[in-house]
């Protein structure tokens, strides 16, 4: 039996990587490769000697730079560059969203802090600023009132990456003391967790726990719908319930499980690995997100 | 590529290079694995397991996530 090569790239082995290596090591028709974005060194016609890339890079940019190099060969990689540039910026994904129909909150933009301030003003307090390409609830600031608003905005005009004067703003979502996080691998949606909290951010990297939470046919479909929006294989989606129904706020390309796994039945790493195995035997169509953008940038982001 | 192959299958010991406390790694912990100081709370990054050795793990940047 020929063996699939099977790439995972990472640089920070948490014990989602841990449980990803031993799953991978127990197939028999899968070897191996571990990448070490940190031992790197990557040239413009890169030619893995691989049939599959996993992408478990903790750093996007290191991601999207690898992932860009290596689809210029013929191996497939999970996800693929667009969909993680797509899913690690805010904004892009606000915006292919919006564009699939997928329910998502209302979202501006804005670059300097006099704009920004006028945007959250547009929107009514309370509103929600968050980086365009932050994670975990990082830097992450509910908005009360225009004295909060003017000494926030400030603040960030003096962050020191030029990203922080790009002003991601939200409405804010009433919800219950949860959100959903859900897992989607090879067109299903294969678990889901609530994750429970206090605080209104209730990222299980802030600390909120999770219990069960059912896949009904409409988290199912969103997440499928999500999934599709950003050209995704395998990805986490980020939903809340409001009175009108599931919104979905986020999608994390290289997820996240370990919070997750005691709510979920389904074991994510078998899946990934299965998924990435038949990904490699060419079973799969290539996945494209929905981004419009107009031809000449859409025909730079494909190339 | 990386050689996070290897499997070390006793319990071992390491001193915490910012604290100097004695770390204990469980059976079965790889190469690159990210380990707590349990007295300082540091992260810990097994670099090497023969011999056995950890360096302070990288710190948060601000473009890690998921």
């Known amino acids: 039996m020929k063996k699939i090569k099977l790439g995972v790239l990472f640089s920070r082995l948490r014990l989602e990587e841990k449980l990803l290596f031993e799953e991978a090591r127990k197939r028999k028709d899968v070897e191996l490769v571990p990448i070490d974005s940190r031992e790197l060194i990557l040239s413009l016609d890169e030619h893995p000697k691989l049939d599959v890339i996993l992408d478990r890079e903790i750093s996007q940019s290191r991601a999207l730079y690898a992932l860009q190099l290596f689809e210029g060969s013929d191996v497939w990689t999970v996800n693929s560059f667009e969909a993680v540039r797509i899913g690690g910026d805010k904004m892009l994904t606000s915006k292919v969203l919006h564009d699939a129909g997928v329910p998502t909150p209302n979202v501006k933009i804005a670059f300097t802090k006099e704009s920004a301030l006028g945007a959250i003003e547009e929107i009514g307090y309370p509103v929600v600023l968050k980086p365009v390409d932050g994670s975990w609830g990082r830097l992450m600031a509910k908005i009360e009132n225009r004295t909060a608003a003017e000494a926030i905005l400030e603040h960030k005009a003096h962050l020191s990456s030029y990203y922080h004067t790009v002003f991601y703003i939200q409405e804010y979502v009433k919800k219950p003391d949860r959100d959903i996080r859900a897992y989607v691998i090879d067109g299903e949606t294969i678990g889901a967790a609530y994750r429970v909290s206090d605080h209104w951010l209730t990222n299980a990297a802030l600390g909120g726990r999770t219990i069960p939470c059912p896949v009904t046919p409409e988290l199912n479909e969103l997440c499928l719908r999500a999934c599709k929006a950003v050209g995704g294989q395998a990805i986490a989606v980020d939903l809340m319930e409001t009175p009108h129904g599931l919104t979905v706020h986020e999608v994390n390309c290289a997820m996240e499980f370990k919070a997750s796994m005691q709510s979920i039945e389904k074991n994510i790493p078998a899946l990934l690995i299965d998924y990435c195995v038949k990904a490699a035997q060419g079973h799969q169509p290539k996945p494209k997100a929905t981004l419009k953008t107009g031809d000449k940038t859409k025909a730079m982001a494909h190339a | ?66």
């Open chain 2, 1 to 66: 590529m990386n050689a996070s192959e290897r499997k070390v299958d006793i319990v071992k010991k390491v001193e915490c290079p910012e604290c100097g406390s004695e770390v204990t790694l469980s059976d079965g912990v790889v190469e690159n694995e990210i380990l707590d100081c349990t007295t300082c709370g540091v992260e810990l990054e097994v670099v090497s397991l023969k011999p056995l050795k950890v360096e302070l793990a990288p710190e948060e940047e601000e473009d890690w996530g998921e």
